[in-house]
């Protein structure tokens, strides 16, 4: 085949410029959050000489190392909202960012194997409806109804007594939204600079006024930090701690498959959650592994434990392959809630903590945090994160739903 028959090369979707010697405010992270502040800086509040400072390259970190689960459906009321905020932002942002990253609203299945869990859905289920979150309980029967190749017997080590049910929830292609988001803020103007590390910052008193980074030192009135599992390293760069811990989680994907599995499933019980991707692999998460660590890889045997889970639930799983392992660096904190606000430093803000929640959170946690940030004061939504919490004792505890314990 000659040149002249090959396609032609796709425009790149944003810049790559040079850092300037100033912004009005810099983002630190160019995954989800960060593309997403810079975004609502952007469009909610005329801020445009910003940038995001990536010191890989775009969504190299958790945003494509994510299982891509997107749901609402969490126990208490300050998280059922912001969830619910984001699931709502969800649904139009293929439309607001012009780019479609498969937005997929196949429903979420939360599985009970134990009274206790039996307990604990059906308590959430009523707090979802509450809410305003679509919610429902399905029985063994329904189970098997809606996923057929889930084993509902009662002869396996963690037999299924039922399941919680959001519809509105599901999975999108995590590149895309990546994608998506970097277009647009592109084209608002925002400057996003890969290869580009933050190694300090720069303080007048108890003020921040620049960040040095590996590219030079860069002026700022205000500083935004979304890096996930090393937050807490450029808050100890700051002068402050974060009570937070980083540890791998891992997930994988097989080969590609014929459609069989209709909805995500999940299981916090033995730790596994399984869904399809659109072009057919079966992709699954697993639990954290327990050390602390930023590497971006995981334990053999908790892929093995993991393996054994999902084919004790789904038995036409023993024949597929796994074809690729990662992990990422999930930020946890003590109450499996994130933390979005203000900090210690002034002009300086965070957004981090987020565990295994950070994905589906993103359109809210992109929206609160450019509130917060041009504001200098919290969103509504985001309030009850503050950091302060950790000191007053108004935690906010959603362990039990959570993806997987942390």
């Not at 509902?152 to 599901?170: C, E, H, K, L, W």
Request: aromatic share 8%.
């Amino acid at each position: 085949m000659s040149a002249d028959h090959l396609p032609e090369h796709p425009d790149f979707l944003w810049r790559n410029p040079d850092p300037k010697k100033s912004y009005d405010a810099i983002i630190v992270g160019g995954g989800g959050h960060g593309l997403a502040t810079a975004y609502f800086l952007a469009k909610n509040h005329g801020m445009t000489n910003i940038a995001i400072l990536e010191k890989g390259w775009l969504a190299g970190g958790n945003m494509a190392r994510n299982t891509t689960i997107i749901r609402s459906n969490y126990l208490w009321d300050e998280s059922a909202a912001i969830y619910e905020h984001a699931l709502k932002l969800w649904e139009i942002l293929p439309e607001e960012l012009e780019y479609d990253f498969l937005f997929s609203q196949r429903g979420v299945m939360n599985l009970a194997h134990t009274l206790g869990d039996v307990r604990e859905s059906m308590r959430r289920v009523g707090a979802n409806r509450l809410n305003g979150v679509d919610a429902e309980w399905l029985d063994p029967d329904q189970v098997k109804e809606l996923c057929p190749i889930l084993n509902t017997s009662d002869n396996i080590r963690y037999p299924v007594m039922g399941a919680t049910y959001q519809p509105r929830a599901g999975i999108a292609k995590h590149d895309h939204v990546a994608w998506a988001f970097a277009r647009k803020c592109d084209e608002l103007g925002v400057d996003i600079i890969q290869n580009c590390e933050v190694t300090g910052f720069i303080k007048d008193g108890n003020r921040v006024t620049g960040v040095k980074t590996s590219r030079g030192n860069i002026n700022t009135e205000k500083v935004g930090l979304c890096a996930a599992g090393h937050s807490s390293v450029l808050a100890e760069m700051a002068g402050f701690r974060l009570p937070i811990q980083s540890h791998p989680l891992q997930a994988l994907v097989s080969e590609l498959h014929e459609p069989v599995h209709p909805t995500v499933v999940m299981s916090n019980h033995v730790h596994v959650y399984v869904s399809q991707a659109h072009k057919g692999e079966l992709v699954m998460g697993a639990g954290v592994d327990s050390y602390n660590g930023y590497g971006q890889r995981g334990s053999f045997h908790v892929i093995e434990e993991q393996m054994a889970a999902a084919v004790e639930l789904f038995p036409i799983f023993a024949r597929a392959h796994v074809l690729r392992t990662w992990g990422g660096i999930v930020d946890t904190t003590l109450d499996a809630s994130p933390i979005v606000g203000l900090t210690p430093v002034e002009n300086m803000f965070v957004n981090c903590g987020w565990g295994t929640g950070g994905f589906k959170g993103t359109p809210a946690a992109g929206l609160t945090f450019a509130h917060t940030i041009a504001t200098g004061t919290p969103h509504k939504l985001n309030k009850p994160f503050a950091l302060e919490r950790f000191e007053t004792g108004a935690l906010i505890d959603e362990h039990g739903a959570a993806a997987v314990a942390h």
